[in-house]
């Protein structure tokens, strides 16, 4: 990673830098705590009684061997898993057990925190990093059950550390681990996507192996009426890759599949990776970023760290050239930056921003 000439330069290359943020909202971690048994109606949401989920326990993600991607079947079993199905469980991805360790103790222990402890990272008005929610756009919007703490470790020299929690006091040693780790996982997922594509590795790469890398953590606390609330609303990821890390037993995350919710059993020690919107914009659509979203528990906290992976600002999000030859190209080619300005200024909403930028 390249080191930036000057502050002002670091600032223009900040992908989230001035695309706004959300409007403040109520604790739900503190809502919870108060034992409500009446949910205030803001999180009310009718359909999900009537979403259909799939009672089919066989029915799961695909799991892949990151140590035996090096043969052509397991290859071929990634290929299917990004095109069929968007979403993949990584085992053998190389990432220490006690950085993954490290990590989900430091997370549990923010989270943990006394509220005005927590607060001392909050987001600030126009900025998405920091301690709050995410994509709340007006004042009578439904909100989701769940706070979060959003911050950019990558690249290092653009680390807002205004937003970085100092208790506890490892937390930016154990970040710092954890999202380089995670970033060669990306890196060598990346060159294989990229071959199984058919394009050039060093083509996909430079769009993102020198890009943001963004951690959410989240925190789900317990809901009386678990069954009328969103932990997370349907929604596909703005990003490249996710790589989703549990950080308890409590499951929660579900994929729509022949519009039907499949829910995901986390496999101990994998991580959950899922194609986001740009890889389908890139793959000219051969690849699709899939909708999912997450419930809760009725008397259980669910926490989960997503690593999110985008390139810088400037860069260019179209389908790459090679994939277009023998077919039009499906989607607009604009600036990362704008793609980002419309998922930011929208509520979640399935994937109603990426079909804005199909031709």
């Not at 990584?90 to 005005?116: C, R, S, Y």
């Not at 579900?254 to 039907?260: F, P, S, T, V």
Request: glycine share 6%; net charge negative; aromatic share 6%.
């Amino acid at each position: 990673m390249r080191e930036f000439d000057s502050f002002t330069e670091m600032e223009t290359k900040v992908l989230f830098g001035g695309l706004g943020g959300s409007l403040p909202v109520e604790n739900v971690q503190a809502l919870a705590s108060d034992n409500l048994k009446n949910i205030p109606s803001r999180y009310i949401r009718p359909e999900v009684e009537f979403d259909v989920v799939s009672l089919d326990e066989s029915l799961q993600i695909p799991v892949i061997d990151m140590s035996k991607l090096v043969h052509d079947d397991e290859q071929e079993k990634l290929h299917l898993a990004c095109r069929d199905w968007g979403f993949f469980q990584l085992i053998n991805h190389g990432v220490a057990a006690e950085v993954m360790e490290k990590m989900k103790i430091d997370t549990q222990e923010f989270f943990n925190l006394p509220l005005e402890e927590k607060t001392a990272c909050a987001q600030i008005p126009n900025h998405i990093e920091g301690y709050g929610q995410i994509t709340v756009v007006s004042q009578d919007q439904k909100l989701d059950w769940c706070d979060m703490l959003f911050i950019l470790p990558l690249p290092v020299p653009l680390r807002n550390m205004r937003f970085w929690p100092t208790n506890p006091p490892s937390f930016s040693a154990t970040v710092d681990k954890y999202s380089m780790e995670l970033h060669k996982v990306m890196i060598h997922l990346m060159k294989l996507i990229a071959k199984n594509l058919g394009t050039d590795p060093e083509l996909l790469l430079s769009l993102f192996k020198d890009g943001t890398q963004a951690l959410k953590l989240n925190y789900y606390p317990p809901c009386a009426e678990a069954s009328k609330v969103f932990g997370i609303a349907p929604h596909s990821d703005s990003t490249a890759l996710t790589l989703l890390h549990h950080v308890n037993e409590v499951e929660g995350l579900q994929i729509k599949r022949n519009e039907k919710w499949v829910p995901v059993k986390p496999v101990p020690g994998a991580l959950i990776v899922n194609i986001g919107d740009m890889i389908e914009i890139v793959s000219n659509g051969e690849y699709q970023s899939i909708e999912h979203r997450a419930v809760v528990d009725p008397e259980k906290a669910r926490v989960s760290i997503a690593a999110l992976h985008y390139p810088l600002r400037g860069t260019q999000i179209g389908p790459l050239p090679d994939l277009v030859k023998a077919n039009k190209a499906l989607y607009r080619t604009i600036p990362a930056e704008e793609l980002m300005r419309l998922k930011l200024s929208s509520k979640l909403d399935g994937k109603r921003v990426l079909d804005q930028m199909k031709l």
